[in-house]
Each structure stands twice: as C-alpha cells, then as structure tokens.
C-alpha cells in the first residue's frame, strides 16, 4: 500500500510522492503540489491583473494632466 499525508490544503490524503511541506503561519504544513502549483499560478494572475491595472490608472492620471495642462494653455491664449 502506497503511504499517504494528510494535505491541508485539500482536507483529504494524496501519496507522499505529491506532497512537499509547506510553510504556512502556523507553521510546517503537508500540501499536495497540485494545490501549490493551483496557488501560485492564480498568484500570478492576481500580479498581472494588478500591473495591467496600474498601468491603466497611471494612463489615466497621464490623459487627465495633458488634459488639464492644455486647459490651462487654452487659457493663456485667451
Ligand atoms: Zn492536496
């Protein structure tokens, strides 16, 4: 019989052959790779959806003081 852990992550056994200990706050826990790599792949598309993000915000603080900036010429100019 193939020895099983407890994963923490899935609440359930998988072999040992998945599991890798993982570092949680409390402590050295036993978790299956397939929920690691399920964790760190949505991390990572938690870090893209954040830099897409910021670079929309930051376009658009660019658009508003040209905006602003031209305003401001219009102005003068009058
Ligand atoms: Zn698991």
């Not at 599991?19 to 964790?39: D, E, K, N, P, Y």
């Not at 760190?40 to 830099?51: I, M, V």
């Not at 910021?54 to 305003?71: C, K, P, T």
Request: hydrophobic residues 35%; aromatic residues 8%; contains cysteine.
């Amino acid at each position: 019989m193939t020895e099983t852990v407890f994963c923490y992550s899935c609440r359930v056994h998988h072999p040992k052959a998945e599991m890798r200990l993982f570092l949680t706050r409390r402590g050295l826990r036993w978790r299956c790779v397939h929920s690691i790599l399920a964790s760190t792949r949505s991390t990572a598309e938690r870090d893209a959806f954040g830099q897409r993000q910021s670079l929309i915000n930051r376009e658009e603080a660019r658009r508003q003081a040209q905006y602003s900036r031209r305003l401001q010429a219009l102005a003068l100019a009058d």
